[in-house]
């Protein structure tokens, strides 16, 4: 069974601009997680996406946003990105039987975005 | 809210060494807990996971945890370090039938030395 996959693994950006991030989940697999890992903040939960509905959101502004297509593949997309905004962005999925805090995630490898 | 604390960013110990790892959390309710690793350029994997019954839990690669409610710990060991487990360790607790969410600690990067 193939594992979670996202795309592009990197990306360099420069401020003001936005960005759209691609994850796949694994076959079966219908809820996706995002999480923002940085050397300073650790990882940090942006949402989750079940069923193509947003279940859980984190501590973002509102220019973080994502998406969930009918095939369970997951979009993140970040407009006028900020320095800040550097950061390895991980996806998550399972098969969510119960809840998301409960069920094993699986983790994609990750899109390391610099922002200049 | 929940919170976790890792005792120490990085760990250095010898290879055939006893690992052990420190996790501490804050949860106003019985938490679930978890381990997980991440090798370099790779996301995270599980590595072992509390819900509720037995407090000493197993996991892959030979990395145990043992959850201990009176010190709210969870601490991660593994009875001889092989240089395969150098890595980053994450240890994370949710508050699930509260607040669908994993909270994670900031990590302990595990180096292993000939």
């Known amino acids: 069974k193939a594992g979670v996959t996202q795309t592009p693994r990197y990306l360099i950006k420069t401020r003001g601009q936005q960005v759209t991030l691609s994850c796949s989940p694994i076959s079966g697999h219908r809820s996706v997680s995002w999480y923002q890992q940085t050397p300073g903040q650790g990882l940090q939960f942006l949402f989750e996406?079940?069923?193509?509905?947003?279940?859980n959101k984190g501590n973002f502004p509102g220019r973080f946003s994502g998406r969930q297509f009918s095939n369970s593949r997951s979009e993140m997309n970040v407009s006028t990105l900020e320095l800040g905004d550097s950061a390895l962005y991980l996806c998550?999925?399972?098969?969510?039987?119960?809840?998301?805090?409960?069920?094993?995630?699986?983790f994609g490898p990750g899109t390391r975005l610099t922002v200049l | 809210a929940q919170s976790v604390t890792q005792l120490g960013s990085h760990v250095s110990v010898s290879e055939g060494a006893l690992v052990l790892l420190r996790c501490n959390y804050s949860s106003s309710v019985p938490p679930y807990l978890f381990w997980y690793v991440q090798y370099p350029n790779q996301g995270l994997q599980l590595l072992l996971k509390y819900t509720t019954g037995a407090t000493l839990v197993k996991g892959i690669n030979g990395f145990e945890a043992e959850f201990k409610k009176s010190e709210t710990s969870f601490h991660l060991t593994k009875p001889s370090a092989h240089m395969s487990d150098a890595a980053e360790y994450f240890c994370a607790v949710s508050e699930w039938d509260r607040d669908d969410k994993i909270i994670f600690g900031k990590g302990t990067r595990l180096h292993i030395l000939p």
């Open positions: 998550a999925s399972s098969s969510r039987t119960s809840g998301l805090s409960t069920d094993t995630q699986y």
């Open positions: 996406y079940f069923s193509e509905t947003q279940r």
